[in-house]
């Protein structure tokens, strides 16, 4: 094994163990603030429950154990993939996640894949025709963008698109054209970070000698731009677009309740609204889980994209 391969395997191992590291330090956290909410036995209880019946509760639902015994119980069920049981369902966390979690995937990759496209279209015309009206014109459109709350733009979407003009549902789940506006509505805020971070990269990415030189050459300004600009750009952008991911799934939250949309985000609101600790817990964890992944992928594709950061890993 040549010795750049194992520098670059000893990196991707400390990596790996400071995400665990981030990822217990997540899960606990979560634990703590779920019991530091308040007594769900309170919610599930008629108001008029004696201290038998609270005291039977409490056992039943194991919260009457050392607080210390319960973290461990939770570690080990996190190890077997055991989330619990909903106070409120009835049924396994685990099996409620999986449930959900297509719809809140399919809406997140949806509103990922408008973000990429829409931004590295925004970004380009605006770095390629910089300081002109048209640069002024997308960068405006894209502080209005990054400036406007989701929910916000999602309910003038659906006054515009599904009272006023009726074209597009306004809410359910289910055909391609439900998907429209809950995934738009997700992605106006990721596409104007990125659109916003693309433009200034590329701007000082095509100022640098290389790209002199191959304009020079007689290299057209598309070739230039996707050969030399757009991939000595994306670093940067890329790091953004795994933080955006996480963004999204947590922004999906609030969108999911607009655009009653099933998935995770209705899901830990109604866990919240309940005090479903546990469902509390699973909701979050898998938001955290998806953070360090995602994070850890963006950091490990460096050294595949970039072959500076190769030689000095």
Do not use: C
């Amino acid at each position: 094994m040549s010795p750049s391969r194992r520098r670059l395997l000893r990196t991707a191992g400390v990596r790996l163990l400071s995400s665990l590291g981030v990822l217990w330090a997540a899960v606990t956290i979560v634990f703590v603030l779920s019991r530091a909410s308040g007594d769900p036995v309170a919610l599930l209880l008629p108001e008029d429950a004696d201290a038998t019946q609270i005291a039977q509760m409490q056992a039943t639902l194991g919260l009457d154990r050392p607080l210390i015994i319960q973290y461990l119980d939770y570690l080990g069920g996190l190890l077997r993939l055991d989330l619990g049981e909903s106070l409120l369902y009835k049924e396994p966390v685990t099996s409620l996640i999986l449930e959900r979690l297509p719809a809140t995937g399919l809406l997140a990759l949806s509103a990922l894949l408008i973000t990429v496209v829409a931004a590295f279209l925004a970004g380009s015309v605006a770095a390629l025709r910089r300081g002109s009206a048209v640069d002024r014109l997308v960068m405006g459109a894209v502080l209005v963008g990054q400036s406007t709350p989701a929910f916000w733009v999602g309910i003038l979407l659906v006054l515009l698109f599904g009272v006023q003009l009726q074209v597009l549902p306004a809410a359910g789940y289910g055909t391609l054209a439900h998907l429209v506006l809950p995934a738009v509505t997700l992605a106006i805020f990721s596409v104007a970070v990125v659109a916003r971070l693309l433009r200034s990269s590329l701007v000082e990415v095509m100022g640098q000698d290389h790209v002199r030189t191959a304009r020079a050459k007689g290299a057209g300004e598309l070739r230039v731009l996707l050969g030399h600009g757009l991939r000595n750009a994306s670093l940067p952008v890329i790091t953004v677009l795994g933080l955006e991911l996480g963004a999204l799934l947590g922004g999906a939250i609030l969108t999911e309740q607009i655009f009653n949309w099933p998935g995770i985000g209705r899901l830990t609101i109604d866990a919240i609204s309940f005090r479903d600790f546990p469902l509390v817990q699973g909701t979050v964890v898998l938001f955290a889980v998806t953070f360090v992944v995602v994070n850890l992928l963006v950091d490990l594709s460096y050294a595949v994209i970039d072959p500076r950061v190769r030689s000095e890993a």
